[in-house]
């Protein structure tokens, strides 16, 4: 059975195919494509969970390539991979404000009992799962980090 998101992307291939918006089907395909490719490679049926983690990182490397084409110069490129990272964003769910970012950490380093840098690690794997697709983990990592030392 697929999941609840891979449902909402093929149906989205097939509104995007009706309505002839190339831009969006390409993106919608490019995903399609990414999910194929790691459910042949691992030999799994991918779940929500999952879905979200790939979802988040296809979205972080177009944001990567975004800095690096403005800083070449490259604002047609940087202006198509916006487009792909707002489609990529529609199947996220809601981003969480850096005040819930925040709670969460806290609450996590309270769960774990973490008190040093060394323990950041159980702290990420209590927050991870909390915010993954919903908030920058770069940022969650520098709040661990600022809160552990």
Known sequence: MASELYTQIKNGVKEAMRSKNKERLSTLRLIQAE???IEVDERIELDDARILVVLDKM???RR???NQFKDAGRDDLAEQEQ???????EFLPAALSEDEIDTIVTEAIAESGAASPQDMGKVMA????KVQGRGDMGLVSKLVKSKLS
């Open 35 to 37: 999910f194929k490719r």
């Open 59 to 61: 979205c972080k490397q």
């Open 64 to 66: 990567d390539s975004i």
């Open 83 to 89: 487009k792909e990272v707002a489609v990529i964003t």
């Open 126 to 129: 209590l927050v991870k799962p």
